[in-house]
């Protein structure tokens, strides 16, 4: 397996821009993972999912944030508009079912101007 | 709620020096996980190790070693010998239940030749 797919692996994009980021987890993993990074915050996870349903997405820090899983193979993190203090490495991460191990993609290096 | 602290920001040592990366959990659950994560400047997070609530066993691999104690809930990691290719952030994380993987801030540590 190639392992946790995401892209682009960098996004600059103008504030007031929408912003999609993406994700293709490990075939058979069970649950998907949004995580923040940023210097001040360390790694904030942001929602995750099981069987594509969203279980917690009370760390989405506000509306503009939205994340859909519509397949066992897909998900996508949407900022509309996005905002300077967006600026982050977004990663995704999945886990199987059973005794928990995060498997990370590379990472969406987000620069919002 | 849970809850992991990793109170070193920062840690810097001189190559072959003993490091230990300290991290506390907080959970009410009985059953929960543990783990480190490794992310080297390139970014990518490595998963370390794994261990389950009912496992208070130290392990070793190689110049790593764990030592979990529930008394203290407190899972510390113990590098020894350090290397310059340690030199990366260090995270501890924790999942309970409700199957949450959260992270502490992590630390960086700089191992200086």
């Known amino acids: 397996d190639a392992g946790v797919i995401q892209s682009p692996r960098h996004e600059v994009t103008e504030m007031g821009q929408e912003v999609t980021l993406r994700c293709k987890p490990i075939?058979?993993?069970?649950?998907l993972f949004w995580y923040r990074q940023t210097m001040m915050r360390g790694l904030e996870l942001l929602i995750y999912?099981?069987?594509?349903?969203?279980?917690?997405d009370s760390g989405m820090p506000e509306d503009r944030f939205s994340a859909k899983m519509p397949n066992a193979s897909f998900s996508t993190l949407k900022i509309q508009p996005s905002e300077p203090r967006d600026s982050a490495v977004y990663f995704c991460?999945?886990?199987?079912?059973?005794?928990?191990?995060?498997?990370f993609g590379q990472g969406t290096r987000l620069t919002v101007v | 709620a849970q809850k992991v602290t990793q109170a070193q920001t920062e840690i810097s040592v001189v190559e072959k020096e003993d490091v230990t990366l300290d991290c506390v959990y907080e959970?009410?659950?009985?059953?929960?996980?543990l783990f480190w994560y490794k992310q080297p400047p390139s970014g990518e997070l490595v998963f370390l190790i794994r261990?389950?609530?009912?496992?208070?066993q130290n392990e070793i691999s190689g110049r790593y070693s764990w030592n979990f104690q529930k008394s203290t809930s407190s899972f510390n990691f113990t590098i020894t010998a350090s290397q310059v290719v340690d030199s990366a952030v260090y995270f501890c994380?924790?999942?309970?239940?409700?199957?949450?993987?959260?992270f502490g801030k992590g630390t960086r540590l700089h191992i200086l030749p």
């Open positions: 991460a999945s886990t199987p079912t059973g005794p928990p191990e995060a498997f």
């Open positions: 075939s058979g993993h069970d649950y």
């Open positions: 999912f099981n069987n594509n349903v969203p279980i917690d």
């Open positions: 959970t009410r659950d009985t059953t929960y996980y």
């Open positions: 261990r389950n609530s009912f496992d208070e």
């Open positions: 994380a924790l999942s309970g239940l409700d199957d949450k993987i959260i």
